[in-house]
């Protein structure tokens, strides 16, 4: 069983930054692809970023392409979302979710097997 905690969300200003950090549990994280996922009431969960088990590879949904970056530090069992220049649309509950077999970057929700509680990032304009 793997636990997820979400955390760093928050209320900022348009234009502003926040940093989401996502703590896995296990000795085994370090070897699962993780993905960010968002949600707004009355729509489905989308794709924001997924990075690989090293952090050497990245996707991106392309409204945030240029503004988030996802990374991990294993040693930490940590994966980071780097939020820069948010927007009011960006405001949303941010998922964190563990992809356990398979070594393939994917946006598709349904492929993720863990998933932890989330956290609300409101962007004020």
């Known amino acids: 069983q793997v636990q997820l905690v979400e955390s760093g969300g928050g209320l900022v200003q348009a234009g502003g930054s926040l940093r989401l950090s996502c703590a896995g549990s296990?000795?085994?994280?370090?070897?699962?692809?993780v993905g960010w996922f968002r949600q707004t009431p009355g729509k489905q969960r989308e794709f924001v970023a997924t990075?690989?088990?090293?952090?050497?590879?990245?996707q991106y949904d392309d409204s945030v392409k240029g503004r988030f970056t996802i990374s991990r530090d294993n040693a930490k069992n940590t994966v980071y979302l780097q939020m820069n220049s948010l927007k009011p649309e960006d405001t949303a509950v941010y998922y964190c979710?563990?992809?356990?077999?398979?070594?393939?970057?994917?946006?598709?929700?349904?492929?993720?097997?863990?998933w932890g509680q989330g956290t609300q990032v409101t962007v004020s304009s």
């Open positions: 990075v690989s088990w090293s952090g050497a590879t990245t």
């Open positions: 296990g000795r085994t994280f370090s070897t699962y692809i």
């Open positions: 979710a563990a992809k356990v077999i398979g070594y393939q970057l994917v946006p598709d929700e349904r492929r993720y097997d863990y």
